[in-house]
């Protein structure tokens, strides 16, 4: 999946928070050339979260983990996305938070980018596109997902 390189150990983290607005022509505290990122990243990888393509449906090796603590993290640059707990069993075919991660240091983990009608999330530390927020599904009592 392009939204998860890993699940990691929740450490120093002082909240989850809705998403923030992020401009598509905002600088990231990791900036890589193209060149840079496509040796860094699979093909399939570098495909959704730099050009903002989608994994087919069901097809996500994290559909089926539901760790109890942790954090997933992005697969371009190991930022902290979303905890353990922020995950739920959806039917539309791919991993689903209803949560963001909120720090001091960082602000929001997560940003949105309106789309054509959708609300493009991104990875507020490398840009990395992480699918699409939807709002007001009835999903969970944070009425997201992400």
């Not at 050339?33 to 860094?40: A, G, L, Y």
């Not at 979260?49 to 069901?58: A, H, Q």
Request: aromatic share 10%.
């Amino acid at each position: 999946s392009s939204l998860v390189g890993q699940v990691g150990n929740l450490k120093n983290m002082s909240g989850v928070r809705t998403p923030s607005t992020a401009s598509s022509a905002r600088s990231y505290k990791v900036e890589k050339s193209d060149k840079e990122w496509r040796k860094q990243l699979d093909p399939q990888v570098y495909r959704i979260l730099r050009e903002g393509g989608t994994e087919r449906p069901g097809t996500s090796k994290i559909n089926s983990m539901y760790p109890d603590k942790g954090v997933f993290k992005c697969a371009g640059c190991d930022f902290p996305l979303y905890t353990a707990g922020s995950k739920f069993k959806s039917s539309c075919g791919w991993p689903c938070y209803d949560q963001v991660i909120y720090t001091k240091e960082h602000g929001c983990h997560v940003g949105v980018n309106p789309h054509g009608g959708n609300f493009e999330i991104v990875c507020n530390n490398c840009g990395g596109h992480l699918g699409h927020v939807f709002y007001g599904e009835g999903c969970t009592p944070n009425n997201e997902r992400h």
